[in-house]
T-cell receptor, first 113, second 114 residues
Framework: QKEVEQNSGPLSVPEGAIASLNCTYSDRVSQSFFWYRQYSGKSPELIMSIYSNGDKEDGRFTAQLNKASQYVSLLIRDSQPSDSATYLCAVNMDAGNNRKLIWGLGTSLAVNP | DAGVIQSPRHEVTEMGQEVTLRCKPISGHNSLFWYRQTMMRGLELLIYFNNNVPIDDSGMPEDRFSAKMPNASFSTLKIQPSEPRDSAVYFC????????????FGQGTRLTVV
């Protein structure tokens, strides 16, 4: 069973702090990893994609990938109340004859002013 | 571009009725995905099309579910007959290249079957 696991939270951080969101996956040969943000009642939107080991930075967001340990994380620096949302991890995994995106259930983040 | 457009936004129907959800992908995108989202199971891929051809429908829960993509700008997801356990938010998404590029989601259809 291919899986993507996330801590459901809620993760609560004060405004201005660093929020750290983690995701583990079961397929060793996965090559593509995505972090989406979903506000309550809205659709998911892409925050970051990462394909190689190491860090990838985009503004206040940093994605970290460690394929040997099979985890991918998302760091949000200087967290703002507007970052309060559910963060979904998605991993491109082998599924028989095709590859498909497998999604975690998401981590709920609350940034307190 | 207006993004991925789904209709209706909300649908309430009685058990046993047919439900049809509609999606217009972003122009130029080659891949279209239908997802279902529930609290318990999260986002589940139901089916995806590449260049209008169904590639993987292994996520379609039962024969009651069917999807079509008659052309590059339109897709439907049909449930017949509907059951209360089908109640969920159904998202359509499109992307340029299958699974390795950003998927853009529509606003979703909230389906309630009573």
């Amino acid at each position: 069973q291919k899986e993507v696991e996330q801590n459901s939270g809620p993760l609560s951080v004060p405004e201005g702090a660093i929020a750290s969101l983690n995701c583990t996956y079961s397929d060793r040969v996965s090559q593509s990893f995505f972090w989406y943000r979903q506000y309550s009642g809205k659709s998911p939107e892409l925050i970051m994609s990462i394909y190689s080991n190491g860090d990838k930075e985009d503004g206040r967001f940093t994605a970290q990938l460690n394929k040997a340990s099979q985890y991918v994380s998302l760091l949000i620096r200087d967290s703002q109340p507007s970052d309060s949302a559910t963060y979904l991890c998605a991993v491109n995994m082998d599924a028989g004859n095709n590859r498909k995106l497998i999604w975690g259930l998401g981590t709920s983040l609350a940034v307190n002013p | 571009d207006a993004g991925v457009i789904q209709s209706p936004r909300h649908e309430v129907t009685e058990m046993g009725q047919e439900v049809t959800l509609r999606c217009k992908p972003i122009s130029g995108h080659n891949s279209l995905f239908w997802y279902r989202q529930t609290m318990m199971r999260g986002l589940e891929l139901l089916i995806y099309f590449n260049n209008n051809v169904p590639i993987d429908d292994s996520g379609m829960p039962e024969d009651r579910f069917s999807a079509k993509m008659p052309n590059a700008s339109f897709s439907t997801l049909k449930i017949q007959p509907s059951e209360p356990r089908d109640s969920a938010v159904y998202f359509c998404a499109s992307s340029l290249l299958e699974m390795n590029t950003e998927a853009f989601f529509g606003q979703g259809t909230r389906l309630t079957v009573v």
